[in-house]
């Protein structure tokens, strides 16, 4: 993915949860794209329209410029209150359509795959760019094993050697508290 | 159907005993989690600060801006009505009522649609508008009938010059309005690419 920022390696999410509570622009932008991902994903989820997940997610970063001056470390893992402040933009948004009467509020979303899908995005925003690509493509894209050694120019056991890597990579902050 | 990706086949014997059942266990959530969703154009670049903040001075003032802008839609909805009710003499009270309002891409925006009794066949409709901003050549508003939940069809569409001035144009609902319609209004560009709602109905 050429033209894309390196990962945001450095800082924990509290860290940076605390600097955008100070308002740094920088933080914001670091934990934007650390959550974008996670955040699009949870409201693409519930409210089940690109548009309105787009929206949602507008709301729920403008929340986190707003509010994060009110996390406490202490009271959990950024990680967490950022999937609340998600979770009450949606919702907000689920309220509004249901005013609207444009449309049934979905069942109940199951928590559980939310869970995961929400630590999983987030993970794969630790890793560099072409580590991203390789795990989507190993992983998503269809692609067999022999087909995406040829794609990427590798040989079948580089492919494996750069697989382990990215799932070393990922491991600990899979480890992490989930939401 | 193509199957999987195999665990074994993707890391081989890149890692034993403990670290490969940690490596196994990260396989096991990707393939649980699903792919990442593709962000849309405005969500994958960087967020526009200035945006962050000009929404969050909004949503300080919004209740203002709304009692206002409401209060002003109300006044110059009636008064847009009343005035082409007399200039017609009357001859077409609407048979429902449908306020709509702006969507965060349009927060100013408020309008009345009018649902007219059916003439020929036809179910015409009058929607007066206030507070949309002007659109570049070749852009222009859409009203959807929204059923269910969806933008359903195309009642008409219409242009703004001036984002202050008040103004009524005239629709033609396609299908028997039904009691779980709603309407809303989008912004087309000339591109042909799918436009953003700025009106829903309240």
Redesign the interface.
Known sequence: MPGEPPAPHGASDEELLARVGARERDAFEGLYRRYVRPVFGLALHRLGDRRDAEEATEEAFAAVWRSASAYRAESGAAGAWLYTVAGSAIAERLRRRGTAGAGVLPEPADRTDESVAWRVHRALAELAPRERELIELAYWSGLSQTDLAGYLGLSPGAVETRVCSALARLAPVLAEESP | M?R??VFD???????TGA?RE??R???E?????????E??P??AS??D?AA??R??RR?LKRRAFLLVGAALAVAIAFAAGFAIANHRGGETPAARTVTLRG??AAPQARATLELLPARRGNRPARLSVVGLPPLPPQAFYNVYL?R???PMASCGTFTVSSSSQAFTVTLNVPYAPAG?D?W?VTRTTGSGQAG??VL???
Request: avoid cysteine; charge should be positive.
């Open positions: 193509s999987g990706p086949e993707l890391v081989g014997d890149g890692a670290e940690r490596l266990r990260v396989h959530l990707l393939l649980a989690a699903g792919p990442p969703p962000l849309p405005q969500l960087t967020p600060f962050v903040r929404r969050q949503t969507t965060s929204v269910p939940g969806k779980g709603s809303v953003t709602a829903r109905a309240a």
